[in-house]
T-cell receptor, first 112, second 115 residues
Framework: GENVEQHPSTLSVQEGDSAVIKCTYS??????FPWYKQELGKRPQLIID?????GEKKDQRIAVTLNKTAKHFSLHITETQPEDSAVYFC???????????FGTGTQLKVEL | GAVVSQHPSWVICKSGTSVKIECRSL??????MFWYRQFPKQSLMLMAT?????????EQGVEKDKFLINHASLTLSTLTVTSAHPEDSSFYIC???????????FGQGTRLTVV
């Protein structure tokens, strides 16, 4: 089955700096890669996703890149703000209603 | 966007009792729903895939007789934790995928504490 690895497990940045979180996946059939932000005790919130037919997607301060050959994808957050502090999870699936396999999570802390 | 509602949001039960958690898709029909478990400071781990009108598919290591899943309609899946023990205390969360979109919509989650 699919295996998703995520790094780093914790990330501390200064406000205004950029943050990058990286994930690798094992199943070449995976074609849908969402990123979630989860605050303590809350449900995961989709912040951005990418499908395998594109290499990059951007939404304001958030971007995701995908390298299908290397089987890795990354989340980039620019101009970080304290409210970006949360746990971020990457995930992968073969799409079309199939199950998601989550990475281990990254605790992002944005310091003033 | 699609809405998935999960109840209860938290529950405390005594060891040995059973607890039922409901997951409803409010504005779309979900032939498939997923149940995850999340321990503190850990990731979401898929427990089972709930299929409307048929048996659930359980992930390896998940006891199907302990975690009963019923998906009797296109808008409701239930997870029953039977004979709960303190080690079953966790955050349980469901998701549904509106057909053709691929995006998972999560319920609010249920914090189960077994005392």
């Amino acid at each position: 089955g699919e295996n998703v690895e995520q790094h780093p497990s914790t990330l501390s940045v200064q406000e205004g700096d950029s943050a990058v979180i990286k994930c690798t996946y094992s199943d070449s059939a995976s074609n849908y890669f969402p990123w979630y932000k989860q605050e303590l005790g809350k449900r995961p919130q989709l912040i951005i996703d990418i499908r395998s037919n594109v290499g990059e997607k951007k939404d304001q301060r958030i971007a995701v890149t995908l390298n299908k050959t290397a089987k890795h994808f990354s989340l980039h957050i620019t101009e970080t703000q304290p409210e970006d502090s949360a746990v971020y999870f990457c995930a992968a699936s073969t799409g079309g209603g199939n199950k998601l396999t989550f990475g281990t999570g990254t605790q992002l802390k944005v310091e003033l | 966007g699609a809405v998935v509602s999960q109840h209860p949001s938290w529950v405390i039960c005594k060891s040995g009792t059973s607890v039922k958690i409901e997951c409803r898709s409010l504005d779309f029909q979900a032939t498939t729903m997923f149940w995850y478990r999340q321990f503190p400071k850990q990731s979401l781990m898929l427990m089972a895939t709930s299929n409307e009108g048929s048996k659930a598919t359980y992930e390896q290591g998940v006891e199907k007789d302990k975690f009963l899943i019923n998906h009797a309609s296109l808008t409701l899946s239930t997870l029953t934790v039977t004979s709960a023990h303190p080690e079953d205390s966790s955050f349980y969360i469901c998701s549904a995928d509106r057909q053709g979109i691929g995006e998972a919509f999560f319920g609010q989650g249920t914090r189960l504490t077994v005392v």
